[in-house]
């Protein structure tokens, strides 16, 4: 991972975020909700201007942060649909999307990302996963399925704060399996027909997934 005086460096070059934005961040930050960090929004906000996304769906609401950082720099005509399974987030991004006027926007599903995304069918050009570390690898054949040609796939939280590179025994036995799993997780990303994946130390660690444009199902 980069040192902190780098990322601190970065990051000051920022121009910054809409004051409604810094104003959920700093409610989040002050309520331990885990929300992307600071380079992680920046390359966000970059991937919204190039890429465009006008169907977006995200893994992991929590209370809205990143769903409306999303909403904001993808455009209008962005539609996202964001998944959260804790009880006691999906009111308070509920009314994040009302208070921000995103509601007509930003579609919240609630429950569990494991039932959800087998239901859908629609096609998403860029794709978010940022829900339980120890499932991405269960998703990744509905989030594949969901991602259409030539769409990006962005995975946060992969490098485990640099945790990832340590033999699983150097590892807390209770982060074991969530170790070996993201493992296999990048492994896939790298791997999988149809996908072209880099992994780069930004935020916590974050795989840029691109669905190659003429890849058709067999
Ligand atoms: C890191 S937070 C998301 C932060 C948010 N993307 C942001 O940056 O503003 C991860 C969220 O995923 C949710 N989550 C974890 N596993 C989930 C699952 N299987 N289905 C739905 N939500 C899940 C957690 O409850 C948590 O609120």
Same mark, same amino acid.
């Given at each position: 991972?980069?040192?902190?005086?780098?990322?601190?460096?970065? $990051?000051?070059?920022?121009? %910054?975020?809409?004051?409604?934005?810094?104003? @959920? #961040?700093?409610? &989040? *930050? +002050?309520?331990?909700?885990?929300?992307?960090?600071?380079?992680?929004?920046?390359?966000?906000?970059?991937?919204?201007?190039?890429?465009?996304?006008?169907?977006?769906?995200?893994?992991?609401?929590?209370?809205?942060?990143?769903?409306?950082?999303?909403?904001?720099?993808?455009?209008?005509?962005?539609?996202?649909?964001?998944?959260?399974?804790?009880?006691?987030?999906?009111?308070?991004?509920?009314? $994040?999307?009302?208070?921000? %006027?995103?509601?007509?926007?930003?579609?919240? @599903? #609630?429950?569990? &990302? *494991? +039932?959800?995304?087998?239901?859908?069918?629609?096609?998403?050009?860029?794709?978010?996963?940022?829900?339980?570390?120890?499932?991405?690898?269960?998703?990744?054949?509905?989030?594949?399925?969901?991602?259409?040609?030539?769409?990006?796939?962005?995975?946060?939280?992969?490098?485990?704060?640099?945790?990832?590179?340590?033999?699983?025994?150097?590892?807390?036995?209770?982060?074991?399996?969530?170790?070996?799993?993201?493992?296999?997780?990048?492994?896939?990303?790298?791997?999988?027909?149809?996908?072209?994946? &880099?992994?780069?130390?930004?935020?916590?660690?974050?795989?840029?997934?691109?669905?190659?444009?003429?890849?058709?199902?067999?």
């Amino acid at each position: 991972m980069l040192d902190e005086r780098t990322v601190t460096f970065i $990051n000051s070059l920022d121009p %910054g975020n809409p004051p409604y934005l810094d104003e @959920l #961040e700093k409610y &989040a *930050l +002050e309520t331990y909700v885990p929300i992307i960090r600071k380079d992680m929004q920046s390359y966000m906000k970059f991937l919204m201007k190039a890429h465009r996304p006008k169907k977006i769906l995200e893994v992991g609401t929590a209370i809205g942060f990143s769903a409306l950082l999303m909403s904001e720099y993808a455009g209008n005509d962005a539609h996202i649909t964001t998944i959260e399974n804790y009880e006691k987030r999906i009111p308070l991004a509920k009314a $994040n999307f009302e208070k921000y %006027g995103k509601s007509d926007k930003i579609e919240l @599903l #609630e429950g569990d &990302a *494991l +039932e959800i995304l087998p239901e859908l069918d629609g096609v998403y050009d860029f794709i978010f996963m940022d829900a339980a570390k120890g499932q991405y690898i269960n998703f990744l054949p509905d989030l594949f399925r969901l991602l259409a040609p030539g769409g990006i796939l962005l995975s946060d939280n992969v490098l485990q704060d640099g945790e990832i590179i340590e033999s699983k025994y150097a590892v807390n036995r209770r982060d074991r399996t969530i170790h070996t799993r993201m493992r296999d997780y990048l492994y896939e990303l790298k791997h999988m027909k149809g996908l072209m994946t &880099a992994i780069l130390p930004v935020g916590d660690g974050c795989a840029v997934s691109y669905k190659e444009a003429d890849f058709e199902e067999k």
